[in-house]
């Protein structure tokens, strides 16, 4: 067995997170039978980040993995994981954010989060864990309320940092004006084939790191494609390194 190398970046705003995380979302989102021993195995080979939410229903299992892999001795605290988990859209109201994290937390059966991300920048009628959502669920979120409240868990100790994923500059400013704890993070799809330039400079200008999900192109999903995984160019460039798309692909995105 190979040990995957974990590279750790460290960021402006004092996060050292692993490059490379490893993703537990599954379309339609479920979690399948299969996710336990993927996660196990992954530990296994040396990864340390892992990325989930409320939405995902991979929490429980993630959570459950965690605590086999403490008591097969994979991992000697929880201190060697990095874990992320998400706001949904229909806790994405003042009052509802700390309880949600709380909820999270009991279903990982951890103290804490060392993320937890907004997940859209949408609210949407509470009850609901689905998507795509009905349009008439759809509520205008009050962006500086619900910062406010993500504040609020990391001053309770519930997250080591917060931040936003699917943010665009325009929602990041509305979201500055008045924060307290600016974001740490922005997790967005992003590929060779989607590099969010602008995006990327106003997040280096305010501090606020970069993470790339779908870096492939999310080939299964709704918003997803084939593009990456078939363009000639990634090809020919990966070929003449000796390398698979895949593994070009990751570099170009700096996750790798």
Known sequence: MVNLPQPLHSTSSGITIPVLGFGTATYPFAAPETLRDCILHAIKLGHRHFDTAALYQSEEV??????????????????DLFITSKLWSSDAHPERVVPALQNTLKKLK???????????????????????????????MDFNSVWEAMEECQKLGLAKHIGVSNFSCKKLET???????PPAINQV???PLW??????????QKGIFITAYSPLGGKGTPWGTNRVMECDVLKEIADAKGKTIAQ?????NGTV
């Open 175 to 181: 979201i500055l004006s008045t924060a307290k704890i």
């Open 62 to 79: 993630l959570g459950e993995t965690i605590s086999e892999a403490l008591s097969l001795g994979l991992i000697k605290s929880r201190e």
């Open 110 to 140: 951890l103290e804490f989060l060392d993320l937890y991300l907004i997940h859209w920048p949408v609210s949407l009628k509470p009850g609901k864990y689905e998507f795509p959502f009905p349009k008439e669920d759809l509520l205008p």
């Open 195 to 204: 590099q969010q330039k602008r995006l990327r400079e106003f997040c280096e």
């Open 189 to 191: 799809e992003m590929n």
């Open 248 to 252: 070009q692909s990751q570099m170009d």
